[in-house]
């Protein structure tokens, strides 16, 4: 459980700094590369926390769905991060590219569920857990 809660930790504290990378790949104008840099960072530390997710060793059931839910939430976050760098650096800009590259306002509703669920886990132990 301490273990779980360790990286769900990481994972809510990477989340502001995601979500602003994100967002920024969203602002009008033209997009910095420091915003490119900043998102390169958020999906390495997405990509390293689902590693580190993926291999605890757990056994209890509710702890197991914890995981998993947590693992789909993270891997959301990780392909919210990619898409919105394809977006603000297309190959091929468009009309319709920047139009929806200019709806990007950050991670939404999935990051506000990995942050409840580190609540829920923090507060009940190991009881039921939200959305798995």
């Not at 915003?35 to 209890?60: D, I, N």
């Not at 939430?73 to 990780?78: F, G, I, K, P, V």
Request: glycine share 10%; hydrophobic share 45%.
């Amino acid at each position: 459980m301490r273990a779980l809660l360790a990286v769900l930790d990481e994972a809510v504290t990477a989340l502001r700094f995601a979500d602003e990378a994100v967002a920024a790949c969203g602002a009008p104008g033209k997009v910095s590369g420091q915003a490119a840099e900043r998102c390169g960072r958020a999906g390495s530390t997405f990509h390293r926390l689902q590693a580190r997710l993926g291999g605890l060793p757990l056994t209890e059931a509710d702890l197991v769905e914890a995981q998993a839910y947590a693992g789909r939430l993270l891997a959301y976050d990780q392909w919210m991060v990619r898409q919105s760098l394809d977006l603000a650096f297309s190959l091929h800009p468009g009309a319709s590219t920047e139009a929806a590259r200019l709806q990007i306002n950050g991670l939404g509703r999935p990051a506000d569920d990995l942050r409840r669920l580190r609540d829920a886990l923090r507060q009940t132990g190991s009881g039921p857990v939200p959305g798995s």
